[in-house]
């Protein structure tokens, strides 16, 4: 059967998301801290002091700066990536557990502490909005970018969320007896990974809600959570034992980075180094075509551009296809439906274009 590539996307760097990343912040619940370190748990500086209750934390690696739900002031609050100009966002009324931020959209999406829903603001906290109402115990939020998805735990009922931006066609993908508590998005390979409130472990869903699987085994309960795109890495708190660990997003090489004794971290996540006269990212092309008549692909790449390897993805998140780089692919076996090509170079720097096969 005549095979016909069908190009929809030329990007790389998904949107900017998978731009190299090397920084890790994150918050500190009683001592009131929050704190930047490089990825390896090394050269760890203080950006604020006095953000008592810091329950979450999140990078805006367009504008270089860092959020975090300031939960005994009632407050979400930001910084710099180099600690400079600290600042309120907006006030509530309410205890906030959640934010997350949306670059794309210049938005905010947050969540206050039992009022079962999920509100949204503009970076400056102007246009208060609900965009879910009924969420339940909100313990974890999650965007897609690149699909304009929500995605959202609810701990009390025992539920991972899917939804539109605007709040539409809220789906359950997932009802399991877990706790299910903070999360991240691959938005890669089209995954949800979460910990438990109680629980000891990190999980990964799909976006369908298929192949549920245990990821980590950590050694004590795991809190906060957040991934690297760049090199497929996991990084989550065990907040009882004051541990930041690190471990592939595959399930391998569990790394304990960062060991703060007595101190309760209650909020990380990852951003990209260079500050705010860094270039967001770099466009690299990639033409993908048929050889005509044949169950081949041919890939072409922009001059200096130098892959290692692929690998092509199906929206369900599957792996179906994994080799070392070639211009010609073999893709006979392969069903009709859409993918994604994923091209690696020397630096597991990944670069994606999404594709059909007819």
């Not at 590539?5 to 001592?31: M, T």
């Not at 115990?137 to 897609?144: F, Q």
């Not at 629980?199 to 699987?213: A, F, P, Q």
């Not at 959570?225 to 760049?230: A, H, P, Q, T, V």
Request: net charge negative.
């Amino acid at each position: 059967m005549k095979k016909t590539l069908l190009i929809l996307a030329l990007i790389a760097l998904i949107g900017g998301a998978l731009q190299s990343q090397n920084l890790l912040f994150w918050g500190e619940y009683v001592n009131g801290l929050i704190v930047r370190s490089d990825i390896d748990g090394t050269n760890i500086d203080t950006l604020a002091t006095g953000q008592y209750g810091v329950c979450r934390v999140r990078t805006d690696d367009t504008h270089k700066q860092v959020y975090w739900a300031a939960g005994s002031h009632n407050k979400i609050r930001r910084i710099n990536y180099d600690g400079t100009g600290l600042e309120d966002v907006i006030s509530t009324a309410n205890n906030i557990n959640v934010v997350e931020v949306n670059p794309k959209n210049s938005r905010i999406y947050f969540s206050e502490n039992y009022q079962n829903s999920i509100k949204s603001c503009k970076f400056d906290g102007s246009d208060l909005q609900t965009v879910i109402s009924n969420a339940g115990l909100v313990m974890g939020i999650g965007i897609d970018t690149i699909q304009n998805l929500i995605f959202w735990a609810d701990m009390s009922g025992h539920k991972l969320h899917k939804a539109n931006l605007d709040g539409s066609e809220n789906t359950v993908i997932l009802e399991t007896n877990l706790n299910v508590f903070d999360i991240c998005l691959d938005i890669k390979y089209l995954y949800v990974y979460f910990t438990e409130r109680t629980g000891e472990k990190v999980w990964r869903v799909s976006y369908y809600g298929t192949n549920l699987t245990e990821v980590h085994q950590g050694s004590n309960v795991v809190g906060a959570l957040s991934i690297n795109d760049d090199c497929n890495q996991l990084y989550w708190v065990e907040r009882e034992n004051g541990f930041i660990v690190t471990g592939t997003t595959t399930g391998t090489n569990r790394e304990e980075l960062i060991y703060w004794p007595g101190s309760q971290i209650s909020g990380i996540d990852v951003g990209s180094s260079g500050f705010s006269d860094a270039p967001q990212h770099t466009q690299s092309k990639i033409n993908v075509f048929p050889n005509p008549g044949a169950a081949q692909i041919s890939i072409e790449t922009s001059a200096g551009f130098n892959c290692n390897s692929i690998r092509i993805v199906n929206l369900q998140g599957q792996c179906v296809m994994q080799c070392n780089f070639s211009n010609s692919l073999d893709v006979s076996h392969l069903a009709q439906g859409m993918y994604v090509l994923c091209l690696y170079d020397s630096t597991y720097k990944q670069y994606c274009v999404r594709f059909s096969i007819e």
